[in-house]
């Protein structure tokens, strides 16, 4: 089964809480970043617990090691039960996000490689690779590899081999559904999902997946 991320890029509370809550059923696992957090407060998190989904923080840890502890320990101390972190950063810094995930029970995930065109200007030439292998070494629960480019993720794979790989990018950046769904262990869906005029029904179409 892939699991089904829904990215919850909205700006407003009230619009969170109702587009979680009618997709809840067809979803795995609620990412919550900057967006969210920085119009609603971490109070978000309280809002959503109910739906009993796990949470995870995209805030893209990327600082010296105690900056990315301190990040972290406020993360699952608002209840997170994820965070995702950069792994450019090196590996005493990334590891000090997994080492605070685990203390807490909770996951952390390394940025291996981002989905964006530009992305490939430096996450290319065997930077990505070496990422991966930093999430392996550093004992991270998984990686996050590029829906658009499903050749990248197969070759990470090689690299990180069952850890999980979580894969932005398909819809409105136009990677495809069941293409990346066959390759990874979770799809993350944003705009295609909270944009549509029935958030549920589409997250009820993009659920295939997990079947
Ligand atoms: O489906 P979208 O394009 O509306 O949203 C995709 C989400 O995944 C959005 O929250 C992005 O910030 C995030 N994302 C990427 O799109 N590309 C990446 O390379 C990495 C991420 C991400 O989630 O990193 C953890």
Redesign the pocket.
Known sequence: MTELVL?L?VLDRKQAVSVAESCAPFIDAL?I?YPLVLSTGLSIVEDLADLALPLIA?F?VADIPNTNRLICEAVFSAGFDAV?AHGFVGPDAARTCVEVAHNHSGAAYI?AE???PG?TEFFHGGVAESIAELAVTCRADGI?A?ATRPERISRLREIVGSKAIYS??????GGDLDTVARLVDGV?????IYEAENPAAEAERFSRIRR
């Not at 932005?168 to 950046?173: K, N």
């Not at 993350?188 to 295609?192: A, D, L, P, T, W």
Request: net charge positive.
């Open positions: 990215s890029d990412k970043g995209d893209k995702i940025v981002m989905s964006h992305a996050i590029p932005p990018g398909v819809g409105a950046q993350i869906v944003g705009r295609s």
